[in-house]
């Protein structure tokens, strides 16, 4: 499944911040259901909905605000998908 360049950078700077120890099975899992919500949208391409939403369906809430700031860092805009539902417990 081919990925938005764009999109695919970003993933890829971003996963590089995350702490050694849970990056690899973040971008397991992430990489995994971003696909998923692309073939659900009937589409071979992954976009940034796709992997902002993979994120927040994968990544567990104890560690929202850190996801929250790397997304941030890495230019994702994640609220204008509406998440997360209240940004100020993610702060």
Do not use: C
Not at 10 to 24: D, E, G, N, S, Y
Not at 62 to 78: H, I, P, T
Request: proline residues 4%; hydrophobic residues 35%.
């Amino acid at each position: 499944m081919d990925w938005e360049q764009k999109v695919k950078d970003r993933f890829q700077a971003m996963t590089l911040k995350i702490p050694v120890f849970h990056r690899h099975i973040t971008e397991e899992a992430v990489t995994k259901k971003a696909k998923e919500n692309a073939l659900a949208r009937n589409s071979r391409n992954v976009n940034e909905e796709d992997v902002i939403s993979a994120f927040f369906s994968e990544v567990p809430p104890a560690f929202y605000s850190m996801m929250v700031r790397l997304l941030e860092q890495a230019g994702f805009d994640y609220r204008k998908y509406g998440f997360p539902k209240n940004t100020d417990q993610y702060r």
